[in-house]
DNA sequence: TCTGAAACCATCACCTG
DNA sequence: CAGGTGATGGTTTCAGA
């Protein structure tokens, strides 16, 4: 799908408050809102905005640890042993990298306890892993910056 | 802030949809929607919720390439180094980890020229790395699912 | 936590250049 | 054919109970 530069600019409004009122879009943009819901309507059906999220901080649920974790994956092994890690909850992203790991996962738990039931309860568990290295997420500087769009 | 069932109900549906009206909140918790607008109000006060966003996809705007950069620090110039990292648009999350690394960063770019550029023009010009590595994301399985709430 | 009311908003059919 | 208008029914928001 073609974005022209005000498809550009409702998008910036909404990455960066997804709950803001077409109305108030188009009073920013100089346009009627009939045009913003059109726009942004068709920008859902292309894909090109794949939802809207609150933005949850992760202590306030409980949720105090972070860490990501790379993985070597042994060759032939590779859909079966994906398809067990998206089944732990704990699991928020899973990304096949280059470099030193072959997968690298970002986990959210509770606290240290959880890290080690994920780790060795759940993850080491998968047959297909060859090596693991944790990295605990000790801070978060910057997290998740609106795209540079 | 102390967060009961409802409220962890209220998180869960704004987490999977921000933009679901209140009114409709109201009517799957079974309550009023100026009681979903009084605890969305509190939950927003406290910072459990820190924003809403709409979720994008990068490639749709020209943001192709995405890679994960670990970097050794040395010491007593964490600070510096922080701040012009953060100063860098392609560099979208800063983590502090322990393990290989010291600094975890995930970039997004337009390709490969636009790593290079991130790469070697901004951050291998900050004084206080000493190491790094890139790990370029060949592919995200699972992309920042909604946290066990 | 609810009710009720006013202001506001989304949405749609139907125009208009 | 993208964009606008205007009507209508739903939604937000707030005061008061």
Not at 2 to 11: A, C, F, G, K, P
Not at 86 to 108: F, K, N, S, Y
Request: aromatic share 4%; glycine share 6%; net charge negative.
């Amino acid at each position: 799908m073609d974005l022209d530069e005000t498809d550009r600019e409702i998008l910036r409004i909404l990455q960066a408050d997804a709950r803001t009122p077409f109305s108030e879009i188009a009073r920013r943009i100089d346009m009627s809102s009939a045009t913003v819901h059109d726009r942004v309507g068709r920008m859902e059906e292309a894909g090109v905005i794949e939802g809207y999220h609150a933005q949850i901080d992760p202590r306030s649920v409980g949720l105090g640890t972070s860490a990501f974790v790379g993985l070597r994956i042994e060759q032939g092994r590779e859909n079966d042993a994906l398809d067990r890690l998206r089944e732990i909850e704990a699991v928020q992203e899973i990304h096949l990298t280059t470099g030193e790991w072959d997968v690298l996962l970002r986990l959210t738990v509770e606290d240290t306890d959880g890290l080690r039931e994920a780790m060795f309860e759940e993850i080491s568990r998968i047959e297909g892993f060859s090596r693991s290295q944790t990295m605990v997420i000790l801070a978060t500087d910057l997290d998740d910056r609106a795209l540079p769009i």
